[in-house]
Structure formats: C-alpha cells, structure tokens
DNA sequence: CGTCTGGTTGATACGACTCAAATTTGGTGG
DNA sequence: CCACCAAATTTGAGTCGTATCAACCAGACG
C-alpha cells in the first residue's frame, strides 16, 4: 500500500505553520496578525515521545502551542486508573488564560515527539491587547475544545464501544483534516490500542476486537500507524457523528483581513 | 428529620447575589465592581422546571447567569439517549463568549424553576473592557468549569457506578457550598434519580440499586430533595475525589480590592 | 379519590473486563 | 544484515458490572 499521507504531511509542515492554519479555520488572518503570531512562538520546545510537559500540580507557567506532534492531557486516579481527557493536535492551543490558576489539576504528555511553542503570560497580554483577530480566534479556539470535552462526556456516557471508537477516529480524522494533515480518508494515527483504551474509557483488549470489527464491517484500515477511513460516511453514522460540535462553519472562515 | 438547609438556602438568597458571592470565591469585588456586575445583571428571566432555555442549534444570544435554581447542559443522540454533561447552580455563568460561535451544540435546561439573567455581548464587552478584576473572575470560572467537565470525562472513563455518583455528589456539594447554599453536609438536591441517571451514563435502576449502597453504608441520606452527607470524608475517600480540580485555593480568595 | 411521576424490586441478559498466553512488530546493537 | 528484546497486538476462556424488562409501590397533586 502506498502512503501518500506521510508526504502531505511533511509538505504541508514546510508549507504553513499549523498554528495560523488552525486559526484560520475560524478567521482570515492579516500579514500583520500572522507577524505577530509568528513573533510570539520563537521560543520551541521539543519534547519526546511519551514524555511529560506539563506534571499535574505544576504551576502553569506557559501557553502552550503545538507545531508539530500529536501530545494529550491526561488525569489519574489514586488507584492507579488512568484517562485520557483530551488530544493535542498540530495547531492546537493549550489553556489560555492557565496562568490564572495557581496548578494544573492534570498532566500533559507527548505521545509522538513533539515541537511546542512556550508563549508567556505577557506575550499572550500583548497579543491579545493589540491584535482582536486573533483574539477572537483564540476565543473561538477555546469554545471549540470545550465543545469537544462534552462531547467526549457524550461519549463516554452514551456510545458503546464501537460507536466510541468510530467517534473518536472520525473526531481525529476531521480535526487533522482541518490543519491539513489528513486528506482522502488518510492519515498519521500514532496512538497505540493502549491510548485508545485511556481515551475512551475501555480496556485495550476490547479496543482491539472493536478494531477488528471496524476492520472486518469494511470501515477503516489502520496499521503501522496509518488509518484510512474507507467509508468516512458510513463511519459518522455508526458513530452518530455530528460535527457541529466542531464548529467549522463559522462565517469567519470566509472573512478576509486582507480584503 | 428538621431541615434546616432549605432556611438558611432561602436566607443567602435573599442576602446576597449568587454571582457576586461565586466570583468572590476568585477574587475580593469592590464596590464599583460590584454596581458593574449588578447593572449587567438587570435583565431577568424566569423559567419553569424542566423547560428549555436554550436550545441546540439555537444561535447564541446571550451570557447567562444562574441567579437562582438549577439548570443543566445536555445532548441528545439520534438514537434518543440522553447524556447530561453539566449542571449550573447558582451563580454560574454560561459560556463567557458562547455569542462567538454560529449555533449553540448542546441544549441547556432548568431542572428547577429557574432565575437567569441574560446579559447582551455588548455589556459583556464593556463589563470585561472596564473591569479588569471582574475579567479575571470571569475566566477563573470559564477555567473552573473546563476542569469540571474534564473531571467529568474522568468520572465516566474510570469509576465505576458506586464511586462515580459518590463523586458527583460530592462535587455538587462542595459547588454549593462554594457560594454558601449547603452547610453541614446538607443541600437541597433537586435532581431525580433519572437526572443522576443521565448525568452519570447509568441507568435509573441502577442508580437507585447504588444510592441504596451508599445509603446502606452510612454514607449518605437522600430523601425529599434533601441530601445529606453524613461522612464527607470518607465519601471523597470511596470516590478518590480530588478537590484540586475546583481550583478553590486561588490566592485571589484572599485579595481584597477594597483593601 | 384516581392519576402521575418518581422510586423500588426481581429476574435475566449481555457488553465489557480480567487474566493469561501467544504472536507480531519495531527498534537496537553486534 | 541478522539476532535479540521490549512493546504492541492478538487470541481464548471465564467472570462481573450494568442494562433490560416488567412489575409494583408511595407520595404529590388536581
């Protein structure tokens, strides 16, 4: 099987940075706001593969914008049970305003290497101050990924396992799509069983035979941390995916700062 | 039994406004910030038990307010399954800048009869334009409730029935407390057992099978609206309830802006 | 009073977990 | 390039937590 993916991958990495793809999503950006994006992420950090970021009961120090690398929060229990409550994609922010809190209630991992850009409190002051473009976009952001935190509640509440699954990869798949990393049903799925298993609540086992299903309906492919989504309506359905949650329609995707 | 709680419930709520008395739980409120927040709050609307007050796919309008009752945010699946992803009480906002996104993905209704006040995108804007202390509050709580609802996906990831509605009632509990509507491990608790069920990803039957459980291990009473918890100790202890994730221990707590 | 909603009980079924072992994959060093 | 090891995936058998379905009961209300 070919891998086309891995190669729109790299290219779009070259290309455009995933942090003012992402917000484009919601907005056009002027040359001005993406300057002044690009001015307040110079300070990368690289991280391992499966390394902490952030520990839970640090103080928050940073913003955390992901350039490159998949990454997720994490919560655990004093049993030792372990959930994963939320995937950090390219393009994605972490916690606007965390600094007001005095520590994290929940830790940060990478799960590929990743490159993250650390944003101070001030730049993010100043960025906000001077810049309403993408202050807004940053809001918009924000609401996103609370949508997307109830609708895992959602999920976990209300799916069974194979909706879950079939949720949660259509989920991914949609969200990398929007950063242009995934295109034709394909994409980089660097997950194990394992992390899929502390996402939606279920043992790995049982996330394997529910892979297999998937598989044997004709749904998805996935290997060597490829997935192809065969049938991407078929999916939504047995997921009952709605992707209003996502909020992609927004009208500020057709806004224009340039124009 | 007497019941106290319901007297010293409808004492506070005469004393002191919910939303003042919540933010203050961040931060000490001047005057002035106070008579911002009171003129902001002029636009009051009542709604019956179990109505709507927000629809999904509604356009969003406004910021709500808790004034006064308890209200929940919910999502419906195709299939008619039902999952509650929070609950407001008195003194929460609603989605500080929901009027930025195209069409509301949840549903939000009251479980009580209700009191809100529907605060218009402009007077948010001016009140976050001159108020920098009430700002800060106000994503303190936007913070908060981000955390909650990731507790949340922990608790129907992770714990199993018994723990997990012990969790969600001691998260409740501590909530009220919070903005002084339960003292001495007593609070009214509108919620039926249904709505436990909803919240919980559970069934009703088993709800009720669990709460007898905790009934029957001196841990609680819950009869007539009114829950008691007779050990809050141990209740955290069995639901490995960590408070951190309320963030109640902001150095703000202590700062005084009338000082 | 009858009706309705919410709470309770019992019997049975099934989805997901557990434990244990086998197999495959990917990375590493000789 | 192959041998080795650890990590990830796969398989099987047995168990358990929670769902389902169907009654029945109690208090609130008109």
Not at 31 to 50: E, I, P
Not at 224 to 230: D, E, F, P, S, V
Request: aromatic share 6%; hydrophobic share 40%; proline share 3%.
């Amino acid at each position: 099987m070919a891998q086309p993916t891995v190669d729109v991958a790299l290219q779009r990495t070259e290309r455009e940075p995933a942090a003012a793809s992402k917000l484009e999503a919601f907005t056009r950006l002027s040359a001005d706001d993406k300057s002044a994006l690009a001015q307040v992420t110079g300070n990368v950090r690289t991280v391992d593969a499966r390394r902490d970021l952030v520990s839970e009961g640090d103080e928050p120090r940073f913003v955390h914008l992901v350039l490159d690398g998949w990454g997720c929060r994490y919560k655990t229990l004093p049993d030792g049970k372990r959930q994963i409550v939320s995937f950090f994609l390219p393009g994605d922010f972490c916690d606007l305003n965390v600094y007001i809190l005095q520590s994290m209630d929940h830790s940060v991992g990478a799960i590929t290497r990743m490159k993250v850009a650390a944003i101070t409190p001030d730049e993010m002051n100043s960025l906000m101050n001077s810049r309403p473009r993408i202050t807004q976009a940053l809001w918009w952001e924000d609401l996103v990924s609370a949508a997307v935190q109830r609708e895992w509640t959602l999920n976990l509440g209300q799916r069974d396992a194979y909706e879950r699954i079939a949720h949660l990869l259509v989920e991914l798949y949609l969200r990398l799509r929007a950063v242009g990393r995934a295109q034709h049903g394909r994409c980089d799925f660097p997950l194990t069983q394992n992390d899929l298993a502390e996402a939606t609540g279920l043992t790995a086992v049982h996330v394997n035979r529910t892979l297999q299903e998937l598989r044997r309906n004709g749904l998805i492919e996935l290997d060597r941390k490829q997935l192809h989504i065969l049938d991407l309506d078929r999916l939504m359905d047995v997921a009952m995916f709605n992707p209003n949650y996502l909020h992609l329609d927004h009208e500020g995707r057709h806004l224009d700062a340039n124009a």
